[in-house]
């Protein structure tokens, strides 16, 4: 009985370990055929005893209050209020009584399409392979358990399930009624969390039937609500985390408050890959409030460090300072990205590479008599620079368990690193998520919480919150790629694309991740789709292609960043293209309108955004105007930047942007995360800059990593199509992609330089 | 010791006088709701009143409050109301991941207090905060309908 636990962990391992080499051998085939059963309540979830469980998605209370549950991190995308609106559609309750809780971590509520997603094959490839790759990567999603938000997925994981067990705990209180009103349930209807059967005038509200509605077996085959009935989706609503927003009694990681707790201060040691060789800590341990000062070493998630806990994070930080380290600065103590640059420059005319799509014949197609365009392009590293700085909050008992509280994107990952640094069954860990201050994919990563949980577990009983300091945060993140790339095209005389070579030297983050979580899965074999992804599966037409990638080593870690791979690669792709358009002589949406010939769908989005930013009538004088388009995470987006440039500064004063999702579900917050998404995407093309010099990151703070700020973000308008619910598609990050070509096809109109490496430099 | 008027109420806190206000609303007030992004002054999260002036807390040294009356956002709420500038940012939906929002209210209160109807350009010079979520445009909307409110609400029109 108590062996089984930790087999049932070491299995897992493997099973991660199979999958990320691409085997489903590992895998009992029973589990792998099972349907996964997405309805029964897990049994983590806790009800209060005014409460009835209504599948394991809703728990309804006597007062009527409909809460959710939802597994996904809210860390500014709206998801909680998103998940909720589903459920309480297909539910007929009424919105006012909806809330959203916290879901337990439990493999029922795991998120299985972000690893479904992950396959590096075309869309339209169904091949034999590209089909196993999927099934297989969704099934490992399945098995695996592992609750996370990222891959812009939470709608699509979600909108299937939550739509069934909203229809489903409709249909318990329906049946709840009918018993109670001794009527048939087809007599009754439903609206605003009111069940009512009009013949006798007889009414009862969810909350009255909250005791009988949960004795009802839930019903496995419900019928969904036609969408064109939908009340509540389709329509701009009121997310439900705003108000604890606007007067700060919203709670995130770092605003974990416990009595008797401590606050631990640090400093990682600034070249990467190095360790402890000798502190001196006898002034910082004399000072007052001082509990302790120590080293931790490093893991394959986190660097090494020393460590101050006190009384207050500021004693902390402020002993710290006192503390002399002599750091063991290691292999990596001569690494400098401008050598790095070099090496991939030169990568991209010569050695191997791996293909990742081809078509037709490059070769055949470049003999013939019309244009050649070639481009050289560059992006550096970028941070990630969360408003919350990274933190979190650990004790570790003497009795036997740990509890984590941290704002994290992968509550499951918490638990398993959590338990393997308390050296305990990851039963015993408890795992609590407030609101994250930004994520952007730098909370996916476990180092801040294997560094608390070894902090906690030194000092046993004791509560420590660990700070990192915002120059910990930008010289230790886990940075997006620099990536170099070639592209080269052949244009027949009336100026289409008959040939199209496309060459990437980068990192991989995916492999980068798995050095960190399972150094022994750590291996070359399976392809990175991240590395290429918006490079090979472009909806253009381009018979004769190479999409092929270099993958590179390095002794910096990197990680998924907003959009990812597609936010690199839209730069190179769309820079390109209307490099392209331009040596043809055509205009730039023309250009890709007869790229995009074989997908209407894409078509429509670009000639929306055309017609939207007033595309075919000149800009006024001094502006230039550029458009990009970018598909990416299932939706499409098309962007028109405005620039113009005043006493040798940059503007950026207008974007217009077409996005189609498929279906809105809010469609306020598709707005607003394109807002979001675009300014992320224009810091990075403006600013963003991460350069490694003897080892060491030299940026610290936003001083030296500057943002968009008030005075610099341009006017955004946003225009969705609706083209279906067969197209569903995420929302968080499809905005970033286009927004950096946008602004740099602008300012060649402008200026008619091609800027060909960001961030932008006039 | 350092005596200091906390939205409206009286304390004394015993810290180091070189503490930060920030550290001191954050972990001897349990006013978490300013927050920690930089501590350089260079992002704005941590923006408080000090005597109705917006200044960020986390270069602010304690003893530089000594007397003086400090105002964080949990004290910005007029009873059960939302004060006006919140309830246009709710009207607004401006908030994201909200880490930043408490110091962009803060600044914003501050502004329109000593600018009741504020042009785009008073905005962008006295808003300098960092928002990661790119929630600037919903900021500048809020700012100008909580103008548009406040003056409405003093039967200026």
């Known amino acids: ?137 969704f099934k490992l999603g399945e098995m695996l358990g592992i609750q996370t938000t990222g891959g812009s997925t939470s709608v699509r994981d979600a909108w299937h399930p939550m739509r069934q067990a909203g229809a489903a705990a409709r249909a318990m209180l329906l049946q709840a009624a009918a018993a109670r009103f001794g009527v048939t349930r087809d007599a009754l209807t439903v609206a605003n969390g009111v069940i009512e059967h009009k013949a006798s005038g007889k009414r009862a509200t969810f909350g009255e039937l909250a005791v009988e509605a949960g004795k009802v077996p839930i019903p496995r085959e419900v019928e969904l609500k036609d969408p064109a009935r939908f009340v509540l989706l389709g329509k701009p609503q009121p997310r439900l985390d705003i108000p604890p927003k606007v007067d700060g009694s919203a709670r995130f990681g770092i605003d974990t408050r416990i009595p008797g707790m401590y606050f631990a201060a640090i400093t990682q040691c600034p070249v990467f890959g190095g360790s402890v060789a000798a502190l001196d800590a006898a002034k910082a341990k004399a000072r007052k409030g001082v509990l302790d000062v120590f080293d931790i070493p490093a893991t394959s998630t986190s660097a090494a460090a020393v460590v101050v806990v006190a009384e207050h994070y500021w004693i902390a930080r402020a002993a710290l300072a006192e503390v002399s380290i002599r750091w063991n600065e290691g292999p990596n103590a001569g690494f400098d990205t401008d050598a790095q640059r070099e090496r991939y420059e030169q990568l991209l005319g010569q050695g191997d590479a791996r293909v990742y799509d081809r078509a037709g014949d490059v070769a055949a197609a470049q003999g013939g008599n019309g244009k050649r365009v070639t481009a050289d392009y560059f992006v550096p590293y970028l941070a990630h620079a969360t408003m919350e700085p990274i933190n979190c909050t650990a004790v570790v008992r003497s009795a036997g368990s740990c509890e984590v509280w941290v704002g994290h994107q992968a509550p499951t990952l918490v638990k398993w690193f959590a338990a393997r640094t308390a050296n305990l069954d990851s039963s015993r860990v408890t795992v609590h998520t407030p609101y994250l201050g930004g994520g952007f994919g730098r909370r996916f990563e476990v180092d801040v919480v294997v560094q608390a949980v070894m902090i906690a577990k030194r000092l046993t009983d004791t509560l420590v919150q660990l700070i990192w300091s915002r120059e910990e945060d930008m010289t230790h993140d886990v940075y997006r790629p620099m990536a170099a790339s070639r592209l080269r095209a052949a244009l027949d005389a009336d100026g289409n694309v008959v040939s199209w070579q496309h060459r990437i030297v980068s990192q991989s983050c995916t492999g980068s991740l798995t050095a960190r979580l399972l150094p022994m899965a750590a291996s070359d074999l399976m392809k990175d789709k991240t590395t290429s992804e918006g490079a090979f599966d472009l909806a253009y037409a381009l018979p004769n292609r190479v999409v092929e990638h270099v993958l590179m080593h390095e002794p910096i870690p990197v990680g998924y960043w907003r959009s990812v791979g597609h936010s690199l690669n839209a730069f190179f792709v769309e820079s390109f293209v209307d490099e392209c358009a331009a040596a043809a002589g055509k205009d730039p949406v023309a250009f890709r309108t007869a790229l995009l010939r074989d997908a209407p769908r894409h078509r429509k989005v670009l000639e929306l955004v055309a017609e939207k930013a007033g595309w075919n009538t000149p800009p006024p004088a001094g502006v230039g105007r550029g458009v990009a388009f970018a598909e990416s995470f299932h939706s499409i987006v098309a962007q028109v930047a405005e620039v113009e440039i005043s006493n040798g500064v940059l503007r950026v004063r207008r974007v217009v942007c077409a996005v189609d999702c498929g279906f809105a579900v809010n469609p306020d917050i598709v707005v607003a995360q394109m807002e979001s998404a675009i300014v992320f995407g224009l810091t990075a093309a403006l600013h963003g800059e991460i350069t490694v010099k003897a080892g060491r990151v030299e940026q610290s703070n936003f001083p030296s990593y500057e943002m968009v700020r008030l005075a610099s973000a341009p006017r955004i308008e946003v225009h969705i199509v609706n083209s279906g619910l067969e197209h569903l598609g995420g929302i968080g990050e499809p905005g970033t992609p286009p927004i950096a070509p946008a602004v740099c096809n602008a300012l060649f109109k402008l200026t008619g330089k091609r800027i060909r490496s960001l961030p932008i430099r006039l | 010791m350092v005596s200091f008027v906390i939205n409206g109420n009286a304390v004394e806190v015993d810290v180091d006088p070189d503490t930060p206000l920030l550290w001191v609303l954050r972990d001897h007030l349990g006013l978490t709701g300013t927050k920690f992004g930089c501590g350089v002054a260079a992002c704005g999260a941590c923006t408080v009143h000090l005597d109705d002036r917006p200044v960020r807390s986390c270069v602010m ?32 939906q401006a908030p994201q991941c909200g880490y930043c929002q408490s110091g962009m209210i803060m600044a914003a209160v501050a502004l329109l207090r000593a600018n009741a109807s504020p042009s785009d350009a008073d905005i962008d010079a006295a808003i300098t905060n960092v928002c990661r979520c790119g929630t600037y445009a919903r900021i500048r909307r809020a700012v100008h309908a909580a103008a548009a409110n406040m003056k409405k609400a003093r039967g200026e029109e």
């Not at chain 1, 005893?49 to 309804?60: D, Q």
């Not at chain 1, 959203?100 to 493999?107: M, S």
């Not at chain 2, 400090?70 to 059960?80: N, P």
């Open chain 2, 61 to 92: 040294p304690v003893s530089a409050c000594a007397g003086k009356r400090v105002a964080t956002i949990e004290g910005l709420r007029q009873g059960d109301r939302l004060h006006p500038i919140q309830q246009a940012w709710v009207d607004a």
């Open chain 1, 1 to 137: 009985m108590t062996s089984s636990a930790p087999r049932n962990k070491r299995r897992r391992v493997l099973l991660i370990g199979a999958g990320l080499v691409g085997g489903a051998l590992a895998i009992g085939a029973y589990r792998f055929y099972r349907e996964r059963d997405r309805l029964s309540p897990p049994r983590a979830l806790r009800a209060t005893a005014s409460e009835t469980v209504l599948t394991g998605w809703i728990k309804l209370s006597t007062d009527g209050t409909v809460t959710v549950q939802v597994p996904r991190q809210e860390m500014g995308q709206g998801v909680v209020s998103t998940l909720a609106l589903i459920v309480a559609e297909e539910m007929d309750a009424d919105p006012a009584l909806v809330r959203f809780e916290e879901a337990p971590v439990d493999p029922f509520y795991a998120n299985a399409t972000i690893l479904g997603d992950a396959v590096p094959f075309r869309a339209e490839d169904m091949s034999t392979l590209a089909q196993m790759n999927r099934v297989t990567q």
